[in-house]
């Protein structure tokens, strides 16, 4: 059965799926002026774009794979991203402990080298050997952790990171959907038909950047797959945290894998991750006891203070879409991507969006752009999306500690530590959030912890957030901190249940 026409706009490219990649994607095609429309199934950065180690990271273990070409890139990408958003990425020096038996510390010396030298290093500090028993970040680890690196790599909110680059395509024109599944695609008159719940849309190409659903979306569009994918899970746990230093750690497992830990969110830090091919649906991604016990097993080889599955205070999971190159072990899977184009005569061209990680989505997004546009002239114009800073991030990297200051002298009833949230949130855009705001009573309900009517307005407005836990786990991580009273009342007030 034909989809019936509509009688509205043509869009020059439909972007279905909101994670990074998609949202990467809308901001580069709307900012070379082509018409745009983006529609994700759920929020914004509801599956695995949330749901990533949050790294800016060339991706040290993918040399011992051999994947030179993707570690480059990755780290050409890492101070391009740190400068265009320098409010919610940041750099951090990793603390890489050697262990005795595993690979050997010249090995380790010889890939930290190439790390610091096949990309283009120019503000991160380079590699350093160390002696953890005289270093900081020694104290909290085992005795016998005596040799080991401190390395350079990036942090990014990742989930912030995908609704800045929504934000951004919406400021450059473009027509941001969320809750807006794709239900049928079909090719009518030299044009796309994309069926939704909202509406049909017309587009004279499709992009489909839908992550774990990239097939399904494919099987919609009666295109048969030229690409597999190998869906691979990923589990963090969080716990409070194990130390009070900055440096995050990269821990080597005796089985060859590795893992991290990161402080997060001040008193937290972060474990992870696992990698288990994943069987089953992707709507409700959870971690298993196995996983979350494998990860604190880990963490208690390294810390004094054993961690046990009783100190986990929150966990996630995300499916991770990853090209299906033939590797044996989940962990060895190519990060790299492909796309999967429709040929000339078959008409409207649809372009497929296989594998990616969230440190190359930039690059991604221009590789796919330009490959559309040989095909669709409104998106053939020149890449520009390196230079330019994301919503909030249209300051000089270093200059945080400056806006926080300036921020507390504007709005006095701030408190630190709301001030810094609201500066790593939204940058330059924190006077938006608090408006004319001369006391914390002018900012409404506090929910808690610095969250407040105002700021809960804010999201709903210009940042598509709907349900609580937009607020709570995306938007923000106050899911952590809000206790169950003070996220119903948030529930309430977003359903307009109370007028706070």
Not at 107 to 126: E, V
Not at 217 to 228: A, C, F, H, I, Y
Not at 339 to 361: C, H, N, Q, R, Y
């Amino acid at each position: 059965m034909m989809i019936e026409a509509v009688d509205q706009e043509v869009f020059d490219v439909a972007v279905i799926g909101g994670g990074v990649n998609g949202t990467g994607i809308a901001r580069d095609a709307a900012g070379r002026g082509a018409k745009v429309l983006l529609l994700e199934a759920r929020d914004l950065a509801s599956g695995t774009s949330s749901n990533s180690s949050k790294l800016i990271h060339g991706g040290l273990r993918y040399l011992e794979h051999y994947e030179f070409g993707l570690v480059r890139e990755a780290l050409g990408e890492r101070e391009k991203l740190w400068i265009i958003a320098p409010h919610i990425i940041w750099p951090m020096r990793f603390v890489l402990p050697w262990v005795q038996g595993l690979r050997p510390r010249w090995l380790l010396r010889l890939g930290l080298f190439l790390y610091d030298h096949i990309g283009s290093r120019r503000l991160l500090p380079a590699t350093q050997s160390v002696r953890l028993d005289r270093h900081v970040a020694g104290a909290p680890l085992k005795p016998e952790f005596v040799h080991g690196f401190v390395y350079s790599d990036g942090w990014v909110d990742d989930a912030r990171l995908v609704v800045l680059n929504a934000r951004d395509a919406a400021d450059r024109g473009a027509d941001v959907r969320t809750r807006c599944p794709v239900t049928r695609l079909e090719r009518a008159d030299g044009l796309w038909l994309v069926e939704t719940p909202q509406g049909t849309f017309k587009a004279r190409s499709v992009i489909n950047a839908a992550g774990p659903s990239v097939l399904k979306v494919l099987d919609r569009s009666g295109q048969p797959p030229k690409q597999s994918i190998r869906l691979v899970r990923g589990s963090h746990i969080v716990v409070r945290k194990l130390f009070d230093h900055p440096h995050p750690y990269f821990f080597q497992l005796p089985d060859g894998r590795i893992f991290f830990a990161i402080p997060y969110e001040h008193d937290f830090t972060l474990i992870g991750t696992t990698d288990r091919d994943h069987q089953g649906g992707i709507d409700k991604i959870e971690a298993s006891e196995e996983e979350i016990a494998y990860l604190c097993e880990g963490a208690s080889r390294f810390f004094k203070k054993p961690v046990t599955p009783a100190d986990v205070v929150w966990t996630y999971s995300g499916v991770r879409p990853l090209v299906d190159d033939g590797s044996g072990k989940p962990e060895a899977a190519t990060r790299g991507y492909r796309f999967d184009v429709s040929e000339a005569e078959e008409g409207a061209p649809i372009l497929s969006v296989f594998g990616g990680k969230i440190t190359t989505f930039r690059t991604l997004s221009e590789e796919a752009v330009d490959r559309m546009g040989g095909r669709i002239p409104a998106l053939a114009g020149a890449p520009w999306t390196d230079a330019k800073p994301l919503p909030g991030g249209d300051f000089a990297v270093g200059d945080v500690d400056k806006l926080i200051t300036a921020l507390r002298q504007r709005y006095p009833f701030l408190e630190a530590a709301w001030a810094e949230r609201l500066i790593r949130s939204y940058g330059t855009l924190a006077d938006d959030v608090l408006g004319d705001a001369a006391t914390l009573a002018d900012c409404g309900h506090h929910f808690g912890h610095g969250l407040t009517a105002r700021e809960v307005r804010y999201l709903m407005a210009h940042e598509w957030a709907v349900e609580a836990d937009d607020v709570l786990w995306r938007r923000t991580k106050l899911g952590l901190r809000l206790d169950a009273g003070q996220q119903e009342s948030l529930r309430r007030f977003m359903a307009g249940d109370e007028a706070q």
